[in-house]
């Protein structure tokens, strides 16, 4: 699996984005999961948001709940990050990656098989 990750810049408080991370090789046919791991200037790296690649259910950290919304098109092998009401603590590298396997929970980094380049998120007044 390949992933290439897009959509980072650099926006003001409360400003939106979308990042895309577009799949390829062994990807949405399998029984599989992507998501969204972000890293901070100095800290650990933290699964911020996830999906399977079938079904309803939507995974993510408490701290991006009701701004961040992850969502997939099966048809172009695409899952996306749109995140509302940026704040500078969201500011970091952020990662896709994925995995052959169907997650019931947020997987944590150490979780993920596949990864993608990262894209920058500045988010400063």
């Known amino acids: 699996v390949q992933l290439q990750a897009s959509g980072g810049g650099s926006v003001q408080p409360g400003g939106s984005l979308r990042l895309s991370c577009e799949a390829s090789g062994r990807t949405s046919s399998s029984n599989g999961a992507v998501g969204w791991i972000r890293q901070a200037p100095g800290k650990e790296r933290e699964s911020v948001a996830a999906i399977n690649w079938s079904g309803g259910r939507l995974f993510y950290t408490d701290s991006v709940k009701g701004r961040f919304t992850i969502s997939r098109n099966n048809g172009r092998n695409t899952v996306y990050l749109q995140m509302e009401n940026l704040k500078p603590e969201d500011t970091g590298v952020y990662y896709c990656?994925?995995?052959?396997?169907?997650?019931?929970?947020?997987?944590?980094?150490?979780?993920?098989?596949?990864w993608g380049q990262g894209t920058q998120v500045t988010v400063s007044s």
């Open positions: 990656a994925a995995r052959e396997n169907r997650i019931v929970v947020l997987m944590t980094p150490e979780n993920w098989t596949y």
